[in-house]
């Protein structure tokens, strides 16, 4: 029988079933992890979407669910990011809640990056608990889980051994199929040290293709080799040990574990930074953390996690969550979350995000030019398991069409019943409501060529739109035709906003939309008689229907007019080509081009006189 659930559903069924076969049952937990160790970008958010859209589903049917985020903000700093002066490599190696923000805005480098993309996640209506692993390190609320890797390193040295001869390959499948019902590639486990993003850089965030050419590439911030082995257990001058100290003296993780007393739970070690030979104890609030791939094991059990999903470069053969999964039963006594692995979000144009490297675009970004619920939608409406690309140019053009028609097909009804659940979860939330978007809704290239033509005028922006629905007179209809007082520019937001936006940055120079100030009388005068009649029917039929679909209907009756034909008539292939001529004479005597914003857009905002202006001074 075929599974016709769509991924969320699925996912939420196996989550709920997990949750409830666990001891005590409960509120179900989904978990996100992020390392704020520079920009977080758009593949990072996808990290965050998936399990947010899980726990709708799951809040939608009634079952009490969390979705936490745990902030990886006790990872190492790795290098000096890009854009950084060169004297902030003293602090790499330190945990990056005690690396200072170089330019004094912020608290730590940590929150330089947490704090706008609480921003974005509360304009998406993405409600989490936060979880920062400092404090629960340096708090001694994983005392006991530190303890219980400790004391079962050998096992954990084991179980690593068994996957050590399993070598992912970039188009390896994970071990086992999401509820997506799909395996996915992975590009290999990768990683830093203890505390290091990497274990989870792939999954907490980052790494992602770009443009048309989805290939996965290694983690964002490093090699796909770089740290492997501090990924799986600290520097130890004997066994294999789990835990890595932070130096007590110069703060950073460059230290060798020399020797522990487990009776004790303190153990000495060497700093290679410093030269300090220096005492932890893991009893109580830890100066160090375990590496990542007995961390994240030892979360899952703390937590009671139900459901997580990660990157594809983790879900593969003997990488972190495949390793994580036997190490959380053997050694915490748990059982791993159902796991729902994902593609990589690129951005067309780009080799890869990187949130290291810098100039990766950022939620914010995306909200600076696309509403909420579009960029809600955008994640929403593919599976996991299939790649995203983002455009920023001509594509969201497009975008904000099929959005528009998608939510028009809803509105009469003709919408697929997947269509219907998917705008739903897109529009807002739960608990929280809708989010963010325009009571008055205007096309976005229509929006955007009006921001265009007038310069981004306020004034003439409402005036214009007013028009375009057919009047400018006080107590006409707004866009809903309930006979309420006409719209407002702050009806229009955010779509307004994102359209002047997307306008002024976006749209190259050369495509920008000048118009005359003066006939181009040259041209004018060396028209031939049909198109100066062409011209004289447009000029008197402007204003019998003053509207966008007023001048719509006009502008491709001229032609037909000028034969003798009524408006209404079919239109032939003879009478295309000549509509074509038509849109380009007026163009050019309008703008100097041949093409610009859709003609009846431009006669709307260059208004009658002006046109009139334009288009007879040689008489």
């Not at 969320?8 to 049952?25: H, K, L, S, V």
């Amino acid at each position: 029988m075929v599974d016709r659930r769509d991924w969320m559903t699925r996912a939420a069924d196996e989550a709920i079933e997990r949750a409830q076969r666990r001891p005590g049952g409960g509120k179900v937990v989904c978990a996100s992890g992020i390392s704020p160790s520079g920009p977080i970008h758009l593949g990072n958010l996808r990290e965050i979407l998936v399990p947010h859209l899980v726990a709708e589903e799951i809040r939608a049917r009634g079952v009490p669910c969390e979705h936490i985020l745990s902030w990886d903000d006790y990872d190492r700093l790795r290098k000096v990011p890009a854009g950084v002066p060169a004297d902030f490599a003293e602090h790499v190696g330190r945990p990056l809640t005690a690396v200072p923000d170089p330019w004094g805005e912020f608290p730590s480098w940590a929150e330089r990056f947490k704090a706008p993309f609480r921003d974005a996640l509360c304009r998406l209506g993405i409600e989490v608990r936060e979880i920062s692993q400092t404090e629960m390190y340096r708090s001694g609320a994983y005392a006991d889980g530190i303890a219980r890797a400790i004391a079962a390193a050998p096992t954990i040295d084991g179980i690593l051994g068994r996957y050590r001869t399993l070598q992912p390959s970039p188009t390896a499948a994970p071990a086992g199929s999401g509820p997506d019902g799909s395996g996915a590639g992975g590009s290999g486990s990768g990683g830093s040290g203890p505390g290091g993003r990497a274990g989870r850089g792939g999954r907490r965030g980052a790494a992602a293709p770009g443009g048309a050419d989805d290939v996965p590439p290694a983690d964002v911030d490093v090699a796909a080799d770089e740290g492997a082995a501090d990924d799986e257990g600290s520097a130890s001058a004997s066994a294999y040990f789990p835990f890595r100290p932070y130096c007590e003296v110069c703060g950073r993780d460059t230290t060798v574990v020399a020797f522990f007393d487990p009776v004790a739970g303190q153990g000495d070690y060497s700093c290679s930074a410093c030269g300090n030979h220096g005492r932890f104890d893991v009893r109580g609030p830890a100066n160090g953390k375990l590496v990542w791939k007995v961390d994240w094991p030892m979360r899952w059990a703390f937590e009671n996690v139900a459901f997580e999903a990660g990157g594809v470069d983790h879900s593969s053969p003997g990488s972190s969550f495949t390793v994580g999964g036997s190490i959380v039963r053997e050694v915490f006594g748990g059982e791993p979350p159902v796991y729902l692995p994902y593609s990589f979000v690129g951005v067309r144009g780009r080799a890869k995000l990187s949130g290291s490297a810098g100039g990766a675009p950022t939620p914010a970004d995306a909200l600076h030019i696309l509403e909420p619920a579009i960029v809600r939608w955008i994640y929403a409406r593919r599976r996991p398991n299939q790649a995203i690309t983002v455009d920023f140019g001509a594509e969201v053009l497009r975008v904000y069409d099929e959005w528009d028609a998608l939510n028009r097909r809803v509105g009469d009804g003709t919408a697929e019943p997947a269509e219907d659940t998917v705008v739903a979860r897109s529009r807002g939330t739960v608990e929280g409501g809708p989010v963010d978007a325009p009571r008055t809704v205007f096309p976005f290239r229509l929006l955007s060529s009006i921001c265009d033509i007038t310069a981004d005028d306020p004034t003439q922006i409402l005036r214009i739109l007013r028009q375009a629905r057919g009047s400018d007179a006080p107590g006409e209809s707004g866009a809903d035709g309930t006979g309420q007082a006409p719209f407002t520019l702050d009806d229009l937001q955010p779509r307004l906003g994102c359209a002047r936006a997307w306008t002024g940055e976006h749209v190259p120079a050369e495509q920008r939309t000048i118009v005359r100030t003066e006939p181009d009388r040259a041209a004018l005068a060396g028209l031939s008689a049909d198109e100066t009649k062409a011209l004289a029917i447009l000029v008197d039929g402007l204003e019998e229907d003053w509207s966008l679909d007023g001048l719509t209907t006009l502008t491709y009756a001229v032609p037909k007019l000028l034969r003798g034909l009524p408006a209404d008539a079919p239109a032939t292939a003879e009478l295309k080509q000549a509509q074509r001529a038509f849109f380009v004479l007026i163009y050019r005597l309008l703008v100097g081009r041949d093409t610009g914003p859709r003609l009846p857009t431009l006669l709307l905002a260059v208004g009658p006189e002006r046109i009139r202006a334009l288009l007879t001074a040689a008489e």
